[in-house]
C-alpha cells in the first residue's frame, strides 16, 4: 500500500461500498431515492485529492489495466489515504438498460474496472477490491 501513496502520480486502490439508498440497483429506478446529492462519486482523501490536484464536485478518470471511467469527486477523510471507493450496482447508462428514472443517474460500472479472471482461490468469487487504478483530474 506504501506504493501506492509515494509520489505525485495517481497510482491508487479501488474498493467498492455501499449506500443506504442505493443497496441495490433496482432501488436506482425509485425517484424518491435517487433524488437528492449524487451518490455514485468517487471518494478520495484529501490528502491525495491535493496531491493530483482534485477538487470535489468535479470530474476524475479512473483507469484500470482493464477500463477507465469518468466520475465525480467527492473529497472526504472518511477513506484512508492511498484508496479510493466507487459504490457498486451502478452503470445504468450501458446499453440494454431499460430503466428510465435509473438511466437518468446512471453513474458509472466500478465492474469495468476489475480484471475478469481475477479470482479468489478460496471462494471462487471475483475480485472487486484492492484493484490498482490511477486517478487523474479530467480537464474541464
Do not use: F, Y
Amino acid at each position: 500500500m506504501e506504493e501506492a501513496k509515494e509520489g505525485a502520480t495517481g497510482q491508487m486502490l479501488l474498493i467498492g461500498r455501499r449506500d443506504l439508498r442505493s443497496n441495490n440497483s433496482w432501488m436506482h429506478n425509485l425517484h424518491v431515492l435517487t433524488k437528492g446529492k449524487e451518490r455514485c462519486t468517487l471518494l478520495v482523501h484529501p490528502d491525495d485529492a491535493a496531491r493530483l490536484a482534485l477538487c470535489d464536485g468535479e470530474s476524475a478518470r479512473v483507469t484500470s489495466s482493464v477500463g477507465s471511467v469518468k466520475i465525480p469527486i467527492e473529497v472526504t477523510d472518511a477513506i484512508m489515504p492511498g484508496v479510493v471507493s466507487i459504490p457498486h450496482g451502478w452503470g445504468h447508462n450501458l446499453p440494454g438498460t431499460q430503466m428510465r428514472v435509473a438511466k437518468e443517474h446512471a453513474g458509472v460500472n466500478a465492474n469495468i474496472l476489475s480484471v475478469a479472471e481475477n479470482v479468489d482461490p478460496l471462494s471462487g468469487n471475483a475480485i472487486l477490491n484492492g484493484v490498482a487504478v490511477t486517478v487523474e483530474k479530467v480537464a474541464r
